[in-house]
């Protein structure tokens, strides 16, 4: 019983993992803002501190000031499960886990940018 109940499990978090992965951003424009978000996207802390340095802010800064796509850093840290670079921001990020018929998953397109 118990290994069904972890077999269960871990196929719910492997198809909430390949839905995100069938998510591509693409940037709106050139703007550092908009780069910032993008590295968001990336879901990986080390390259949204790299981002960080080459635009001289600080990371305690950026929440205030930065949004994506019109929402906060916050809210769209949860709208696209971005959980990994949001806790790097030190954001409220809200982590759900549901089951999707992967057959039936489109591709979608994203258009990220971010505030001047």
């Known amino acids: 019983m118990k290994v069904l109940a972890a077999a269960l499990i871990s196929t ?18 050139n703007s550092p803002g908009t780069a910032l978000c993008m590295a968001m996207t990336t879901n990986k802390p080390l390259k949204l501190h790299r981002e960080l340095k080459e635009t001289y802010l600080k990371k305690h800064s950026l929440a205030d000031k930065l949004t994506c796509n019109d929402m906060s850093l916050a809210k769209f840290a949860n709208t696209y499960g971005l959980n ?26 994203i258009y990220v940018s971010g505030s001047k």
């Open 12 to 29: 719910a978090l492997f198809a909430s993992v390949n839905a995100s992965a069938d998510t591509q951003f693409v940037a709106a424009d």
């Open 84 to 109: 990994r670079t949001g806790k790097y921001l030190n954001l409220e990020v809200k982590t759900s886990t549901s089951i999707q018929d992967l057959a039936m998953a489109k591709k979608q397109i």
